[in-house]
């Protein structure tokens, strides 16, 4: 059983042939910015302060490497979509991202998160579809699912449906329900 919890930051690499040395199963985080990767990050570790967090879209602009109880690496991604200061996230992201997948035998699982009050951009689809078309394992983790009614929850649930994305590769968190954050743990133990 992996402890989450026993978690350090290593490192931020501009691509991955800075990666960190030796080789460890690697679980990408990929998203729009602002979507709550950081935030995630700290709650599945329990850690308020492992991974920043910032009220300013588009902060995360390396690829941030934590090792998680010496058993693999937790990879956070820079963010697509909005960034203040005119920066071209969408094209920084691409660049990094396509070096990062090419004969990356380490990845075991990609999380694409999604926001539960927001629409699935065209990027996210393209990422599904890319984990898709190459095999890659990946889940859909919502985030936020604590600022959703009932009602939104279940529309959300038929354009997944719609999406063909299979109700066992979706996950529904909230930085705030740790019970949520225990099933994830748990997907995330069986994909490595």
Known sequence: MINFTNATFIKSCP??????????PEVLIVGRSNVGKSSLINALTNKKKLAFTSSKPGHTRLLNYF???????LVDAPGY?????????????GEMMESYFVNNNELKLV????????????EDIEIVNYCKENNINYYLVITKTDKVNQKEKAALNKRLKEREIPFEQVYYT?????????LLKKGIEKSL
């Open 67 to 73: 090792d998680i109880d010496n058993q693999f690496f």
């Open 81 to 93: 979509g909005y960034a203040k200061g005119g920066i071209d996230l969408d094209r920084l992201f």
């Open 111 to 122: 999380l694409i998160l999604l926001d539960a009050r927001r629409e699935a951009t065209p």
């Open 15 to 24: 691509n991955r042939q800075e990666r960190p040395q030796g080789s460890k």
């Open 174 to 182: 909230s930085a705030l329900k740790s019970g949520s954050l225990d």
